[in-house]
């Protein structure tokens, strides 16, 4: 059912996908930055106000969402699956999660637009926690010497595609070329984001936001 609340929630939930609040969604759709903060979501008379069709057309462009995205978060669901995974073929996650190398993840068809496992190929590993706790987790195995000392060859990285990050969050970032890294958000804003290298023999990195593809949080690493 189509609810006020529903909608503007879809609306919060495609900010914090895209690492944003409801202020910086509005601005980044060249919108008025204040359109969608909770104190303007009911009227002075106590009335329900409903963002536009002109405003949410605006913020999908500005994300690359597409109509389909903004309803599976309005439903609760993306890509229709009731616990918020996008259906694909990816293995189950009963006990395990998906594992891809860092190599592969360069590859095109091992992810969706949203940065959740996507296609085959996978293979999968053990999950130091209940998977149905953090629906859509996966693993990558790291390869090389590029984030050392703080990561090694061979380490398991633990990555949530659609958490929340923030400065300071070590973080995997994929590229709209292909290039896949593991740093450290140093600071994200709508228009660019910055990231320190784990090791200090690789330089920081600077992006324009159109040229990520989706960046994920790190949530645990077996070492």
Do not use: C
């Amino acid at each position: 059912m189509l609810s006020h609340e529903r909608i503007w929630s879809a609306l919060d939930a495609l900010a914090e996908r895209h690492g944003l609040t409801p202020s910086g969604l509005a601005r980044r759709a060249g919108l008025d930055p204040t359109a969608f903060n909770k104190s303007k979501r009911r009227g002075a008379d106590g009335r329900d106000r409903w963002p536009s069709t002109e405003s949410l057309a605006k913020v999908l462009d500005a994300t690359g969402s597409s109509l389909d995205d903004f309803m599976g978060l309005f439903s609760g669901a993306r890509g229709g699956s009731a616990t918020g995974v996008p259906d694909g073929t990816f293995p189950p996650q009963a006990g395990t999660i998906p594992l891809l190398g860092f190599a592969q993840a360069g590859s095109g068809g091992f992810f969706d637009d949203g940065g959740f496992p996507a296609g085959q190929g996978w293979d999968v590993v053990d999950f130091p926690a209940q998977p149905a706790d953090r629906p859509g987790v996966y693993a990558l195995e790291v390869q090389g010497d590029s984030m050392l000392p703080l990561y090694r060859d061979g380490d398991i990285l633990i990555v949530e595609p659609g958490a929340q990050v923030r400065r300071g969050d070590r973080v995997v970032v994929r590229t709209r070329d292909g290039e896949v890294m593991a740093k450290v958000l140093h600071r994200q804003s709508t228009r660019s984001v910055e990231l320190f290298s784990l090791n200090p023999d690789h330089p920081n990195r600077s992006f324009d936001l159109p040229e990520i593809e989706w960046m994920a949080r790190i949530i645990w690493a077996s070492q």
